[in-house]
């Protein structure tokens, strides 16, 4: 299969608002893909429409040539999903939080522990994973959860916003999980970011959204040496006011 996600002409209105409006995009299998935009682009809205998680008013989503609608079970079999705004069950430790989620991943007791033994690695707590979540930092919070959205291998893994309010030390510690977990385990990233300077340190490919629309694509080095900016944030300027 040669496309991991296609989306194709979607727009999504809630009431007057049109969230998105014919978005078009295509991510390759191993690839880790930025959907890249400032607040109230559509990000969201595009991750949680790919997830199944919300219906398109119009237009297409396949993951892995799975119609996100048609067969939102099996797409959902496939893929895991980091929203935005996410929580771990505050009276679980770490550890309790790992081996919560993994149950229902794990087909066995073997791959139950394995599954964790990874999770913890990622999410590199160490020691701290035997605390309550409710005493982590928003870093050490976030950690575990791209742990625990890493761990079963998913096919795709969306992530929404996986390092935005975090400091440099947490957000390098995530950049790097991701990337290396790609590499070694064939999973496809499918990520958002507003911050525009830090995704060229790990997307393979962008696509900048402006108001529900892709207004440019490509990867990091094609983006800047086209529209002649320094960087992503100095690209994307210059095309919102060119477009
Ligand atoms: N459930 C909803 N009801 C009404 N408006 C929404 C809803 N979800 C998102 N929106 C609106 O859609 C637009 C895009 O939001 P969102 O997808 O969250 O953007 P982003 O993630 O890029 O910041 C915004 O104007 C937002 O207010
Ligand atoms: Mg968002």
Known sequence: MSVAVEVSEVTKVFGNIRALDGLCLEVKPKEIFGLIGPNGAGKTTALRIISTLLLPTYGMV???GLDTVKNADAVRSIISYLPEEAGAYRYL???EYLEFMAKFYAK???ELREMIREAAIISGLGERLKDKTSAYSKGMKRRLLVAR???SKPKLAILDEPTSGLDVIHSYHIR???KKYVREHGVTVLLSSHN???VEHICDR???INKGRVVAEGTPQELKEKFEGENLEEVFAKVVKLA
């Open 62 to 64: 396949r993951v892995f």
């Open 93 to 95: 430790s770490g550890w």
């Open 108 to 110: 066995n007791n073997d």
């Open 149 to 151: 959205a890493l761990m």
């Open 176 to 178: 790097e999980i991701i």
């Open 196 to 198: 525009m300077l830090e």
């Open 206 to 208: 962008v696509v900048l």
